[in-house]
């Protein structure tokens, strides 16, 4: 298995972001206001990104650099293409 050093923190991450949905949830059950929303939403949003930064530097540095190394140069950068089409 290949070492992913940042995928405790990521996971770490998702889970305040799950606990910050819940709460987006139970605000709009409430009927607060679409700028109280929007905010957090936005929040929620910057949050994912982040995780996704973290997990994507695992990605390159632990799956492409071993696809690399191991001799597969082509089908870790394909992979990585696949990975970034799948962000953007």
């Known amino acids: 298995m290949r070492e992913h050093k940042h995928m ?5 991450r998702l889970a305040k972001i799950e606990g910050h949905v819940r709460g987006i949830k139970r605000m709009a059950e ?11 939403l936005a929040a ?12 994507l530097e695992d990605h390159l540095e632990s799956c492409v650099l071993s696809g690399i190394a191991g001799g597969e140069p082509v089908e870790a950068v394909n992979k990585l293409k696949e990975a970034l ?3 953007f």
């Open 8 to 12: 405790g923190e990521a996971i770490e």
């Open 44 to 55: 929620v949003r910057s949050a994912l990104n982040q995780v996704t930064r973290l997990i």
């Open 30 to 40: 409430e009927g607060r206001s679409c700028d109280e929303l929007l905010i957090q």
């Open 85 to 87: 089409a799948k962000i």
